[in-house]
């Protein structure tokens, strides 16, 4: 596919197209989960740039380098099926942090409304009843774990890391996608490998478009677009086969409830 063919691929793309319609499925949630400041906003507007060409616009605000900004959990549609999500970041991963994003990513708190960080096991469960009363299960998920190669990382943290994309597979049915930022300003090829051996089945490395820096450039481009159309490919073959999204709710709710019950446990 030329870069015209994909991008009219990626804005054409519905559910209903697949070999055994839409299933109950209506949109295509593209979960971005990563460290504070590593750039998932910058992702996000960068995506929006590839696609519509338009004058770059910071849609999803980015923050400073060391902090990042995203408190709440906002959705930015891309089209008409797919949404990127900018779920909120953090700074480590501990059982506490992974919980939540476990959470975020179970579609268990709702899009566009700021992410308290519950630590309280009663707080927990409440918060995953309460999600029942407005139920969404209408989602394909697709998780994306955004890492900056300027970050280095200790040998603990690259099995919390490993540890925690499994869990990601194990609760999306979709190994997330690793999409490598800054890719000039760092060792991308060893974090390439590093990931890889951690079991990644997809590794992008960006340069994302930010308001210093956003001169397109066709390699540019089509970085944004395939991280777009590796997803697609994802959520075909997810949809090749039969599904029922309220069975897949039902077993990311039990995947939540048994992780914060053994924490509990172990706590
Ligand atoms: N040079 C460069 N800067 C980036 C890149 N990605 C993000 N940034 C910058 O890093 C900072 C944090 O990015 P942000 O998107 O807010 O991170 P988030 O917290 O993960 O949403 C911002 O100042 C961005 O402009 C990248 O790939 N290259
Ligand atoms: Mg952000």
Redesign the pocket.
């Known amino acids: 596919m030329d870069i015209g063919q994909l991008k009219e691929y990626i804005i054409s793309y519905t559910l209903n197209n697949c070999p055994l319609g839409n299933q109950g499925y209506n949109r295509v949630l593209i979960q ?1 989960i ?13 995506c929006k740039y590839a696609l519509y060409n338009k004058e770059f616009t910071a849609h ?6 060391d ?4 408190v709440a959990r906002n959705a930015y549609p891309l089209t008409d099926t797919i949404t990127m999500v ?1 779920n909120r ?1 953090c700074a480590t991963l501990n059982p506490f942090e992974t919980g939540e994003f476990y959470t975020q990513l179970g579609n268990f708190i709702p899009l566009n409304e700021g992410v308290e960080w519950t630590k309280e096991f009663g707080d927990v469960v409440n918060r995953l009843e309460d999600s029942d009363i407005e139920p969404n299960f209408t989602d394909i998920i697709v998780p994306v774990f ?1 890492y ?1 190669v300027k970050r280095e990382l200790a040998a603990n943290e690259v099995e919390e890391i490993k540890t925690f994309l499994k869990s990601c597979r194990d609760l999306t049915g979709i190994f997330p996608i690793i999409v490598l ?5 760092g060792a991308f090829s060893k974090f390439r490998d590093l990931f890889e051996g951690m079991g990644a089945e997809e590794i992008l490395s ?3 478009y ?4 956003n001169l397109k450039t066709l390699g540019r481009h089509l970085q944004f677009l395939n991280l777009i159309h590796k997803v697609l490919l994802n959520v075909n073959f997810r949809m090749s086969e039969e599904r029922n999204p309220r069975r897949e709710r039902a077993e990311r709710k039990k995947f939540l409830t048994r992780y914060f019950h053994e924490r509990e446990v172990r706590k």
Request: cysteine-free.
């Open positions: 971005l990563g460290f504070l400041g590593h750039g998932k906003s910058s992702l996000i507007n960068s999803a605000a980015a923050g400073s380098a902090g990042g900004l995203t900018d970041g955004v900056s930022t800054h890719k000039t300003s960006v340069e994302n930010t308001p210093e820096d």
